[in-house]
């Protein structure tokens, strides 16, 4: 596609419950990278891929959140038992190569009852 | 750690105006990039300008340019005959070499007609 997109855009969801995150990069592109972004703050980053690689989860919070790139194109991030405080915008991004320009998809709005 | 520094939480500034966005970074990389976003209120992530620690020569596209002085890790944004389309939240970036993103926390900018 012409841009990085993601689904859903808006997601609600009751304390405990698992959520899906997806994100399809731009054709092409080997790196994908993901952000929580709090209202009013810059992104976070979360974790990122080179191909199917996971190369850094540094930023995960704790292990209810995980992170998946099976074939070196779509991802999912997954948050299990989710809490309200996980409430924020999920990003993506991609990038053609390591070290390149990295852009953004529209992000997912996680709201957590 | 690094760490990236906004400290103009809100600025303004009249259409057509010239106005510089400020952005210092804290590192002890030698190689590394820095990046200007915009996320106007659609909340999407919009690349500025993108600069190289390596070269010396400022970045510009179009009415955006920067001034980078690395020695005082400082890294501003001038934006030009400022547009109403301009108004958003800037967010100054900084990527070492393994891709991870680091972000300040932004600066909202409104352009006065």
């Known amino acids: 596609g012409a841009g990085v997109s993601q689904s859903p855009r808006y997601k609600v969801t009751k304390r405990g419950q698992d959520v899906a995150l997806r994100c399809d990069p731009i054709?092409?592109?080997?790196?994908l990278y993901w952000y929580r972004q709090a209202l009013g703050q810059g992104p976070e980053f979360l974790t990122y891929f080179n191909y199917e690689a996971q190369q850094d989860k540094s930023g995960l919070p704790n292990d209810r959140f995980s992170a998946e790139r099976p074939e070196g194109s779509i991802s999912t991030l997954t948050i299990q038992r989710t809490e309200q405080r996980d409430s924020a915008m999920y990003r993506c991004?991609?990038?053609?190569?390591?070290?390149?320009?990295?852009?953004f998809g529209p992000g997912t709005r996680l709201l957590v009852l | 750690a690094q760490t990236v520094t906004q400290s103009q939480p809100e600025m303004s500034v009249q259409e057509a105006e010239t106005v510089t966005l400020s952005c210092t970074y804290d590192t002890s990389e030698n190689n590394y990039y820095l990046f200007w976003y915009k996320q106007p209120p659609s909340r999407q992530m919009i690349l500025v300008i993108r600069q190289e620690a390596y070269k010396q020569q400022n970045a510009t596209e179009n009415r955006f340019s920067v001034n980078f002085q690395k020695a005082a890790k400082s890294f501003s944004l001038k934006i030009s005959d400022s547009q109403l389309g301009d108004t958003a939240m800037y967010f100054c970036?900084?990527?070492?070499?393994?891709?991870?993103?680091?972000f300040g926390t932004g600066t909202s900018l409104t352009v006065i007609p």
């Open positions: 970036a900084f990527m070492k070499h393994g891709n991870q993103f680091y």
């Open positions: 054709s092409g592109h080997v790196s």
């Open positions: 991004a991609s990038s053609l190569a390591i070290q390149e320009t990295q852009y």
